[in-house]
């Protein structure tokens, strides 16, 4: 939220028979591309643009050979407004990577007339409804504010391209009352179609304080519907909370769940205290989608270090499966405030990736040595004990798989770099005994 916070990617993953059996579950490994960030802003002042001081919250789908993205642009739209607020922009790629900001941004205002979303619009969660009436194929839910007033509804929208949209005139879900958990805003949903029921997960901030555990923090709640607009919110919300002494201790939220099989992953926002912009992501896993459970590896997603872009801040994920990857684009920051007077920081988005969905809970043991490392035009790959049959994968930083082989009872394995480039990649070997993941250098 503006006031509140405010590869070439054809993923083609080696598809080999696997020689044995491994269950895909979400991941929790994530490898964040080198040449972060991927969306930057315009940070010309004389284009007046809606993106002069944030690119955050972004929400991806593909569709037919095109990754379409919408996000939160804090900026000016000029001439109508003089006034800095957040709206909902519009950008599509055919990688992944380089984006292509729409010519005609935003795609969503704010309401002009002094409405309930007058001050801002953002956060939104976007679902291709095949089942709809094609003049509402794309649907929007989105968090909306009014002037001079924190709070934040969650209201709705259709759109027949997902660049024209028309909103639905009022709110589909406000704050709760002051002894509930989300008095103070809503914001962040994630919604899913599932049988011909929407269900939505979405975060609540609970402003009062009065002695109730959720006060002062932002957990997550569940509401469904049978048309996108009444919604009925679960009667035992939160159903995502804080964690007691732990890195989400104060903020959960922002959550973004898919459907894989008959298990819910959801991705959300999380952070330990006060200074709103220090979140990162977290994993949690349900087969209802109200009873969670969070990965004991969170989080899964972190920020960066000293000198890198995301280094206060690396949060607010949106997660697609492609090819058997999963891609996590995500808001990262390197300052808290920003800097008055300058706009030399960065407030954009990321995008990272774990490529290995299909071959989980990897270990590195010393059953496997790689040499020489860093490498520059062969690099071999050493067994202690050769198993009876192996099958070795080698990534590169962005998920392609550039190399595989099946191998039996081998000591040795000698891979031919010399017609790849320097950077960093990954060996994945996987036999009836070993699951491993390891890492490798090639600087020529």
């Not at 503006?2 to 083609?12: A, I």
């Not at 990262?332 to 407030?347: A, C, K, M």
Request: glycine letters at 8%.
């Amino acid at each position: 939220m503006l006031q509140k916070r405010n590869f070439k990617f054809n993923l083609l993953l080696c598809v080999c028979s696997l020689l044995f059996t491994s269950t895909l579950n979400g991941q929790t490994t994530w490898y964040k591309y080198e040449n972060n960030p991927v969306l930057q802003r315009d940070t010309v002042i004389a284009n007046l643009p809606n993106d002069l001081i944030a690119i955050s919250d972004p929400w991806v789908l593909f569709e037919d050979g095109v990754y379409k993205m919408w996000y939160t642009c804090g900026g000016l739209n000029y001439p109508p407004d003089t006034l800095l607020r957040s709206r909902i922009c519009y950008a599509t790629s055919t990688d992944g990577i380089n984006w292509e900001k729409y010519e005609d941004n935003p795609v969503m205002d704010v309401d002009y007339a002094g409405s309930w979303d007058s001050s801002g619009v953002e956060t939104v969660t976007i679902i291709i409804d095949n089942d709809a009436p094609a003049a509402e194929r794309y649907k929007m839910w989105y968090a909306g504010q009014y002037f001079n007033n924190y709070r934040y509804d969650i209201g709705y929208a259709y759109s027949s391209d997902g660049i024209n949209w028309i909103k639905h005139s009022v709110p589909v879900m406000n704050v709760g009352s002051a002894s509930e958990w989300d008095s103070g805003f809503l914001e962040g949903p994630s919604v899913i179609k599932e049988d011909g029921q929407y269900k939505m997960w979405y975060c609540g901030y609970d402003i009062e304080v009065n002695g109730q555990a959720s006060d002062g923090k932002a957990n997550i709640g569940y509401a469904t519907s049978t048309d996108g607009i009444n919604w009925t919110k679960y009667e035992n919300n939160p159903i995502l909370v804080t964690g007691n002494n732990t890195w989400d201790s104060i903020y959960v939220q922002d959550p973004h769940v898919i459907k894989y099989g008959d298990e819910y992953q959801m991705w959300y926002g999380g952070g330990d205290n006060d200074t709103y912009y220090s979140q990162q992501v977290g994993y949690a896993t349900s087969t209802d989608g109200i009873n969670w459970n969070k990965s004991p590896l969170n989080p899964v997603l972190t920020r960066g270090s000293d000198g890198d872009w995301d280094k206060i801040l690396a949060s607010f994920p949106s997660v697609i499966i492609k090819d058997g990857v999963y891609q996590m684009w995500y808001t990262g920051r390197n300052l808290d405030p920003v800097p008055e007077n300058s706009l030399d920081y960065y407030w954009e988005l990321g995008l990272a990736i774990a490529p290995f969905s299909a071959l989980n809970n990897f270990i590195v043991t010393d059953n496997l040595r790689l040499f020489p490392n860093p490498a520059q035009n062969n690099i071999t790959l050493q067994f202690t004990n050769a198993p009876s049959a192996a099958l070795i994968s080698v990534y590169n930083n962005i998920g392609e798989c550039l190399f595989t082989q099946h191998t039996s009872n081998i000591e040795l394995l000698n891979i031919d770099l010399q017609s790849w480039t320097n950077g960093m990649y990954i060996m994945a070997v996987q036999s009836e005994n070993i699951n491993e993941l390891h890492k490798f250098i090639i600087a020529k």
